[in-house]
């Protein structure tokens, strides 16, 4: 079993819909996860992160976590062109030794 | 805003031949990374790096590799005898609270 499981998509959207990543994770005591950004070529961009079971929102961003169903998400809200990437989850193991990170999912957001 | 950084952005280099990747991680956080990234694959973890040794390795992470903080600052990746599957983006990332990435270094070996 994976670590941390994503869609590899791609998944269409168009401009000013809410897109929805999804991810889910194996290790039951994973206590923060992290999402991030890349664009084709470049590195990875932390967009938020989030320890607490609920909703965390920042600008047009939303990670929710559930840790029952051990899947955290993350929706994009009114969404963009240069929103289209990949988007990486990464989840650590306690202490920060390591991260695993999913493979990505690969979002359009067609204008 | 702080950020990692990482030199050179690309290095070619002949199979067999030993490279030196270089990172300087941001300055307050303690815990140092390397990533490897196959053309069109996923982020992988190599090794991290905390209290001036390493904390975690992956199996990727064998001998032919080596890391090293030589001093207050720099944060090295060193790949012994590099093979032609070692050609990938290699990230330097460092954390405290957040992990941050640096821009990458691409190396291609020929």
């Known amino acids: 079993q994976k670590e941390v499981e994503q869609n590899s998509g791609p998944l269409s959207v168009p401009e000013g819909a809410i897109a929805s990543l999804n991810c889910t994770y194996s290790?039951?005591?994973?206590?923060?996860f992290f999402w991030y950004r890349q664009y084709s070529g470049k590195s990875p961009e932390l967009i938020m992160f989030?320890?607490?079971?609920g909703d965390k929102e920042d600008g047009r961003f939303t990670a929710q976590l559930n840790k029952a169903s051990q899947y955290v998400s993350l929706l994009i809200r009114d969404s963009q062109p240069s929103d289209s990437a990949t988007y990486l989850c990464?989840?650590?193991?306690?202490?920060?030794?390591?991260?695993?990170f999913g493979s990505g999912t690969k979002l359009n957001v067609k204008p | 805003e702080p950020e990692v950084t990482q030199t050179p952005s690309h290095q070619v280099t002949q199979m067999g031949q030993e490279v030196i990747l270089r990172c300087v991680p941001i300055?307050?956080?303690?815990?140092f990374y390397w990533y490897r990234q196959i053309l069109g694959q996923k982020v992988e973890f190599l090794v991290s790096?905390?209290?001036?040794?390493?904390?975690?390795k992956s199996e990727i992470f064998d001998d032919q590799f080596s890391v090293e903080r030589p001093d207050g600052s720099n944060f090295t990746l060193k790949i012994r005898s590099t093979k032609l599957e070692d050609s990938a983006m290699y990230f330097c990332?460092?954390?405290?609270?957040?992990?941050?990435f640096g821009p990458g270094t691409r190396l291609t070996v020929l």
């Open positions: 990332a460092s954390s405290g609270d957040e992990q941050f």
């Open positions: 790096f905390y209290n001036n040794e390493i904390s975690e």
């Open positions: 300055s307050n956080h303690l815990y």
């Open positions: 989030i320890y607490s079971n």
């Open positions: 290790d039951r005591g994973s206590q923060s």
């Open positions: 990464a989840v650590p193991r306690e202490s920060f030794n390591k991260f695993y």
